[in-house]
């Protein structure tokens, strides 16, 4: 619902539903940054974190099998 639809209707309320009206756009707002802090989790290390340590100098060398195929 655009801005301009919302003021039309809030226009003419009294004062009082007019701030809970704004009360509850707050509440909304917060909903949405707790939905979106949800949504961004950072992903933990796991259960072998410790146990890779590293990858071998050669990882990405031919094997010798395969020189013939290159």
Do not use: C, N, W
Request: aromatic share 12%; glycine share 2%.
């Amino acid at each position: 619902m655009p801005l301009e639809t919302m003021v039309k209707q809030a226009t003419g309320l009294p004062d009082k539903y007019v701030e809970m009206a704004v009360t509850y756009i707050s509440f909304l707002q917060q909903q949405f940054a707790a939905e979106t802090e949800k949504k961004v989790k950072k992903r933990s290390v796991g259960l072998y974190a410790d146990r890779f340590h590293s990858i071998a100098d050669d990882f990405d060398a031919t094997p010798d099998l395969f020189e013939d195929y290159i």
